[in-house]
């Protein structure tokens, strides 16, 4: 520490004592003074502490003398004085030097004051590189300071953060970045700390990554991303900002922003983009794959293929195909949601056990970028097809395709009310009630009752001898009959037949009244002699009479044998006809005259002989007791035959012009044109409809009538089916016979072979496929679902083309429930949907199980829930105003929204017409109607029945 000097400037003279806080007086007393002492105490403080300076006045014997003083402490900065007191800020050795103005004396060697550093207050880290590169060092100095900026030495370590090594005051790092570098003092936790900040950069350019902003596994076509390169030191720490050349593939690419390096993506594909870096960096280049892939992989099942018709025998079929995704590997194949491997070639192959009817094949594949397809193809399988190729209606007919089922109710349930026909029985009853007996006998007569001898007279008349050999002939008509009387008929059906008995006649009136015209004749043969001469001649005189025979009961049974056999002949037949009457009677026969009228030759007549007349009573002739016996005796014997003659014809007319007749009028040969139900075709559509009757057969219980029925169309598809699919057993391998279970009175079966045949024409016809306006066809939707549907199909065009044929399948549904199913329906759909365009082109699969009911109302059927629903779309608009994906509608969320709408709805009931018996059957009253109730919808052995009960 530097010391005062002995002689101080004359500045410090000019101190005076009353300045100086250490002067010992302020005048001068005492000796004289020799020397001036300064002190100070402590001689060593802190920065910031003070100390006090004493001056004291000596003379020559070391006597203090008391004088003013005044002292100066050097060096002047880092320190303040006030008063004796000195506070130092600054670390360094400060000299207080008294004086004694009034002798003009210095202390010419001062006191000495020692200043140290006070304890730390801040710390700061200096770096000798703040920036350096990657791995490499530099040193850190930790500069600590007190309170008043004085550095304090030692005791010091660097702080820094994880990614920084630290080697005691020495940091790098391998990571490229800012760090915040500190440092600590022992001992001074709470001091601040002043970091300093250490940028660590890359090294050279080492590698280039080409990278692509969205990154995605694929593009689907017109999505957009950003290429980029990112280029490391040997480190591995990114070097920002080095430019390079991008190449960028053509075509399929589109470049939307150049200086960004935009791209669009405008085709399926896989493309190479690639960049190098600019001098002197042009060695290092990368390579970048996009895919572009909006596609699935491709499904392909060569066969079945869709809409095929496959027969077989029910066991398994081998189904082959291959799957193959363009651009990445199939991820995932499942075949009706059961996974089936795939080949490293793509190929796969699955057994699969159809069932009777149409079958779904439902693929779906997914790629390993989550593209998905699905195919979707159907095929009807069934032992047992009708082939149309070269056929006509008849040439398709299906034996037993109808069934007409008539009960013991039905032919007579034993109440004959005719103001309430609901029977056979009381049918006939009706009809023989109103019968026209004259136009029923009419023609018939003329049957001999009597031929006898009635007379030999002669006669003599002037010159003329007469005689005369007469003999009476009569002869029989029925004129005028009254009414039959009241008529009991029952019907009792029978194996192989019916039996049946017709009693006309009760107690009160009688069965039958006939008026008998009687022509009664007498030729007379007349030998004439006259002069000799002999003339024979003959005339007839006659006379009409009338008498009336009646008849108080008459019974006729007959038994009747009715049989058809599918390929054999239709057997009519009266096997046994019993006859019984009652109370017959005829009237006595009055007197009758007769009269003659001869005439002779001319020659007589010019010798004026003749005329002359002839007249007597029968009774002058022979006894009317015995005529009338006579004539009753064969009436009475013959009547019987007659009657019979007379009814017998009736009979076997019922047997014959009836039974039969309205069973061969079950052949029909016709055409139906289609309606236009569907839209307007270019031609008109026909379908040739035959039928004829295949069996009849009776049992106890009732009835049973077979009827073939064909239906058979111009082919209008190009289409080569095997045909019309056959039930054959619902490939059981057994089909049995359907016999009806006779709950009720009147029925009606049709054979789902019979269906399907009919859907088979329709579709072989063309009539199915075409365009069809669903708004129209619906009645319009009003702003809203039309038919209540939740979707507004208003303004739709549905254009169907039936790869398949619609089928009605009866083998897989329990209880009286039948499915409707449709393979393969390829349909383009076009219309306005919330306002947009919607467009689609989709194949549509289902199976819809519809259970039908019966009651006293009508028919009613119910919709089940689908037993699937399939929408395979081929081609679609993409979305709706952006609302909803058209795809995932059609194919995911349709046919949940149509279940949901239609499953467990119920339509009806549908009451079935009355039957105009007067309209169907000559002879009946006009108002006669049939009626069934209780109706009851079943289905047995391959029929669907419709039964009810005559009201």
């Given at each position: 520490?530097?010391?005062?000097?002995?002689?101080?400037?004359?500045?410090?003279?000019?101190?005076?004592?009353?300045?100086?806080?250490?002067?010992?007086?302020?005048?001068?007393?005492?000796?004289?003074?020799?020397?001036?002492?300064?002190?100070?105490?402590?001689?060593?403080?802190?920065?910031?502490?003070?100390?006090?300076?004493?001056?004291?006045?000596?003379?020559?014997?070391?006597?203090?003398?008391?004088?003013?003083?005044?002292?100066?402490?050097?060096?002047?900065?880092?320190?303040?004085?006030?008063?004796?007191?000195?506070?130092?800020?600054?670390?360094?050795?400060?000299?207080?030097?008294?004086?004694?103005?009034?002798?003009?004396?210095?202390?010419?060697?001062?006191?000495?004051?020692?200043?140290?550093?006070?304890?730390?207050?801040?710390?700061?880290?200096?770096?000798?590189?703040?920036?350096?590169?990657?791995?490499?060092?530099?040193?850190?100095?930790?500069?600590?300071?007190?309170?008043?900026?004085?550095?304090?030495?030692?005791?010091?370590?660097?702080?820094?953060?994880?990614?920084?090594?630290?080697?005691?005051?020495?940091?790098?790092?391998?990571?490229?970045?800012?760090?915040?570098?500190?440092?600590?003092?022992?001992?001074?936790?709470?001091?601040?700390?002043?970091?300093?900040?250490?940028?660590?950069?890359?090294?050279?350019?080492?590698?280039?990554?080409?990278?692509?902003?969205?990154?995605?596994?694929?593009?689907?076509?017109?999505?957009?991303?950003?290429?980029?390169?990112?280029?490391?030191?040997?480190?591995?720490?990114?070097?920002?900002?080095?430019?390079?050349?991008?190449?960028?593939?053509?075509?399929?690419?589109?470049?939307?922003?150049?200086?960004?390096?935009?791209?669009?993506?405008?085709?399926?594909?896989?493309?190479?983009?690639?960049?190098?870096?600019?001098?002197?960096?042009?060695?290092?280049?990368?390579?970048?794959?996009?895919?572009?892939?909006?596609?699935?992989?491709?499904?392909?099942?060569?066969?079945?293929?869709?809409?095929?018709?496959?027969?077989?025998?029910?066991?398994?079929?081998?189904?082959?195909?291959?799957?193959?995704?363009?651009?990445?590997?199939?991820?995932?194949?499942?075949?009706?949601?059961?996974?089936?491997?795939?080949?490293?070639?793509?190929?796969?192959?699955?057994?699969?056990?159809?069932?009777?009817?149409?079958?779904?094949?439902?693929?779906?594949?997914?790629?390993?970028?989550?593209?998905?397809?699905?195919?979707?193809?159907?095929?009807a399988y069934s032992s047992e097809y009708l082939s149309y190729v070269e056929k006509d209606a008849q040439g398709v007919k299906q034996d037993d395709g109808l069934e007409l089922l008539v009960g013991q109710d039905f032919l007579?349930?034993?109440?004959?009310?005719?103001?309430?026909?609901?029977?056979?029985?009381?049918?006939?009853?009706?009809?023989?009630?109103?019968?026209?007996?004259?136009?029923?006998?009419?023609?018939?007569?003329?049957?001999?009752?009597?031929?006898?001898?009635?007379?030999?007279?002669?006669?003599?008349?002037?010159?003329?001898?007469?005689?005369?050999?007469?003999?009476?002939?009569?002869?029989?008509?029925?004129?005028?009959?009254?009414?039959?009387?009241?008529?009991?008929?029952?019907?009792?059906?029978?194996?192989?037949?019916?039996?049946?008995?017709?009693?006309?006649?009760?107690?009160?009136?009688?069965?039958?009244?006939?008026?008998?015209?009687?022509?009664?004749?007498?030729?007379?043969?007349?030998?004439?002699?006259?002069?000799?001469?002999?003339?024979?001649?003959?005339?007839?005189?006659?006379?009409?009479?009338?008498?009336?025979?009646?008849?108080?009961?008459?019974?006729?049974?007959?038994?009747?044998?009715?049989?058809?056999?599918?390929?054999?002949?239709?057997?009519?037949?009266?096997?046994?006809?019993?006859?019984?009457?009652?109370?017959?009677?005829?009237?006595?026969?009055?007197?009758?005259?007769?009269?003659?009228?001869?005439?002779?030759?001319?020659?007589?007549?010019?010798?004026?002989?003749?005329?002359?007349?002839?007249?007597?009573?029968?009774?002058?002739?022979?006894?009317?007791?015995?005529?009338?016996?006579?004539?009753?005796?064969?009436?009475?014997?013959?009547?019987?035959?007659?009657?019979?003659?007379?009814?017998?014809?009736?009979?076997?007319?019922?047997?014959?012009?009836?039974?039969?007749?309205?069973?061969?009028?079950?052949?029909?040969?016709?055409?139906?044109?289609?309606?236009?139900?569907?839209?307007?075709?270019?031609?008109?559509?026909?379908?040739?409809?035959?039928?004829?009757?295949?069996?009849?057969?009776?049992?106890?219980?009732?009835?049973?009538?077979?009827?073939?029925?064909?239906?058979?169309?111009?082919?209008?598809?190009?289409?080569?089916?095997?045909?019309?699919?056959?039930?054959?057993?619902?490939?059981?391998?057994?089909?049995?016979?359907?016999?009806?279970?006779?709950?009720?009175?009147?029925?009606?079966?049709?054979?789902?072979?019979?269906?399907?045949?009919?859907?088979?024409?329709?579709?072989?016809?063309?009539?199915?496929?075409?365009?069809?306006?669903?708004?129209?066809?619906?009645?319009?939707?009003?702003?809203?679902?039309?038919?209540?549907?939740?979707?507004?199909?208003?303004?739709?065009?549905?254009?169907?083309?039936?790869?398949?044929?619609?089928?009605?399948?009866?083998?897989?549904?329990?209880?009286?429930?039948?499915?409707?199913?449709?393979?393969?329906?390829?349909?383009?759909?076009?219309?306005?949907?919330?306002?947009?365009?919607?467009?689609?082109?989709?194949?549509?699969?289902?199976?819809?199980?519809?259970?039908?009911?019966?009651?006293?109302?009508?028919?009613?059927?119910?919709?089940?829930?689908?037993?699937?629903?399939?929408?395979?779309?081929?081609?679609?608009?993409?979305?709706?105003?952006?609302?909803?994906?058209?795809?995932?509608?059609?194919?995911?969320?349709?046919?949940?929204?149509?279940?949901?709408?239609l499953t467990g709805q119920t339509f009806g009931p549908i009451a079935l017409p009355p039957i105009d018996l007067g309209g169907l059957i000559p002879g009946l009253p006009t108002s006669l109607t049939l009626e069934l109730g209780?109706?009851?919808?079943?289905?047995?052995?391959?029929?669907?029945?419709?039964?009810?009960?005559?009201?």
């Amino acid at each position: 520490m530097a010391r005062l000097s002995a002689v101080l400037p004359s500045a410090l003279a000019l101190v005076t004592c009353i300045q100086a806080v250490g002067c010992t007086g302020s005048g001068v007393s005492g000796n004289v003074a020799d020397r001036v002492v300064s002190a100070v105490e402590p001689t060593q403080v802190a920065a910031g502490s003070p100390a006090s300076v004493t001056c004291t006045v000596f003379d020559d014997h070391d006597r203090v003398v008391v004088t003013p003083t005044t002292f100066e402490v050097s060096p002047a900065e880092g320190r303040t004085v006030e008063g004796a007191t000195v506070l130092p800020t600054k670390v360094g050795t400060y000299t207080a030097v008294c004086s004694a103005p009034a002798f003009e004396m210095v202390d010419p060697t001062g006191a000495t004051l020692e200043v140290v550093a006070g304890d730390p207050a801040r710390v700061t880290a200096i770096l000798d590189h703040p920036q350096v590169a990657v791995f490499e060092k530099t040193n850190v100095t930790c500069a600590v300071e007190d309170a008043y900026g004085n550095v304090i030495e030692g005791g010091t370590q660097v702080v820094a953060p994880e990614g920084v090594a630290v080697a005691d005051h020495q940091v790098s790092s391998d990571a490229v970045g800012e760090y915040s570098i500190g440092c600590a003092v022992a001992g001074f936790a709470d001091i601040e700390v002043v970091p300093a900040t250490l940028v660590v950069t890359a090294g050279d350019p080492a590698t280039v990554e080409l990278i692509a902003t969205p990154m995605r596994e694929s593009y689907i076509v017109g999505l957009m991303t950003n290429l980029s390169w990112i280029v490391r030191d040997a480190h591995g720490n990114v070097i920002p900002n080095v430019p390079g050349t991008l190449t960028i593939p053509q075509p399929g690419i589109t470049v939307v922003d150049e200086a960004l390096h935009r791209v669009r993506f405008d085709a399926e594909g896989r493309y190479t983009f690639t960049v190098r870096l600019d001098a002197p960096w042009e060695a290092l280049t990368d390579d970048l794959t996009l895919i572009s892939d909006e596609s699935g992989p491709v499904i392909t099942i060569p066969w079945p293929q869709r809409g095929e018709t496959v027969q077989g025998q029910g066991g398994f079929l081998t189904i082959e195909g291959t799957v193959i995704d363009a651009f990445g590997e199939v991820d995932s194949f499942t075949v009706n949601g059961k996974a089936v491997p795939v080949a490293a070639d793509g190929s796969f192959s699955l057994q699969m056990l159809p069932r009777w009817g149409v079958n779904l094949i439902d693929a779906h594949a997914a790629d390993g970028f989550g593209n998905v397809t699905k195919l979707t193809p159907t095929f009807a399988y069934s032992s047992e097809y009708l082939s149309y190729v070269e056929k006509d209606a008849q040439g398709v007919k299906q034996d037993d395709g109808l069934e007409l089922l008539v009960g013991q109710d039905f032919l007579d349930d034993g109440d004959h009310d005719p103001t309430h026909v609901n029977d056979l029985a009381t049918m006939l009853e009706v009809l023989l009630g109103d019968l026209d007996l004259l136009q029923l006998v009419q023609g018939f007569g003329n049957f001999d009752l009597a031929n006898q001898s009635l007379f030999q007279q002669n006669f003599s008349l002037g010159p003329l001898q007469i005689v005369l050999d007469g003999t009476l002939q009569v002869t029989a008509s029925i004129v005028d009959p009254t009414d039959i009387g009241p008529t009991m008929v029952t019907i009792d059906s029978r194996l192989g037949g019916i039996d049946s008995s017709i009693e006309i006649g009760d107690a009160v009136d009688q069965a039958l009244v006939l008026t008998l015209q009687l022509e009664a004749k007498v030729p007379v043969t007349l030998d004439i002699s006259v002069f000799g001469f002999n003339v024979d001649t003959s005339l007839t005189g006659g006379a009409t009479l009338y008498t009336q025979v009646s008849l108080d009961s008459l019974l006729l049974a007959p038994k009747i044998d009715i049989q058809k056999t599918p390929g054999g002949q239709l057997v009519v037949e009266v096997v046994q006809f019993d006859t019984g009457l009652t109370g017959l009677e005829i009237d006595p026969i009055q007197d009758v005259v007769l009269s003659f009228d001869l005439v002779l030759p001319q020659f007589l007549q010019d010798l004026g002989l003749g005329p002359y007349t002839f007249s007597f009573a029968l009774s002058q002739l022979i006894d009317l007791t015995q005529l009338t016996d006579a004539i009753l005796d064969p009436i009475t014997s013959q009547f019987l035959p007659f009657v019979i003659d007379l009814v017998e014809p009736f009979i076997q007319g019922f047997v014959d012009d009836i039974l039969v007749t309205l069973l061969e009028a079950l052949k029909l040969e016709t055409s139906i044109d289609l309606p236009e139900l569907l839209g307007p075709k270019p031609q008109p559509i026909a379908l040739d409809l035959y039928t004829d009757l295949t069996s009849v057969q009776f049992t106890d219980d009732g009835g049973q009538i077979g009827l073939g029925l064909g239906l058979y169309a111009d082919k209008g598809v190009e289409r080569e089916p095997l045909g019309a699919i056959q039930r054959d057993g619902c490939l059981t391998g057994t089909v049995a016979d359907f016999a009806y279970g006779w709950q009720n009175t009147l029925g009606g079966a049709i054979k789902t072979d019979a269906i399907n045949s009919a859907l088979f024409a329709v579709w072989w016809s063309g009539f199915l496929n075409g365009p069809l306006d669903l708004g129209g066809l619906l009645g319009g939707g009003g702003g809203g679902g039309i038919g209540g549907l939740p979707i507004n199909l208003e303004d739709f065009m549905l254009d169907m083309d039936f790869l398949l044929t619609p089928i009605l399948s009866d083998c897989t549904a329990e209880g009286g429930s039948i499915t409707v199913q449709v393979g393969d329906l390829h349909a383009f759909i076009a219309g306005d949907l919330l306002g947009a365009p919607l467009d689609a082109e989709v194949y549509i699969d289902l199976a819809l199980p519809l259970e039908f009911s019966g009651g006293a109302d009508g028919l009613s059927v119910t919709v089940g829930q689908f037993e699937f629903f399939d929408v395979e779309v081929i081609d679609s608009t993409e979305d709706v105003l952006g609302l909803f994906d058209v795809r995932d509608l059609l194919e995911n969320q349709l046919g949940g929204i149509l279940g949901s709408f239609l499953t467990g709805q119920t339509f009806g009931p549908i009451a079935l017409p009355p039957i105009d018996l007067g309209g169907l059957i000559p002879g009946l009253p006009t108002s006669l109607t049939l009626e069934l109730g209780d109706l009851d919808v079943s289905k047995d052995q391959g029929y669907v029945v419709i039964s009810g009960d005559l009201k």
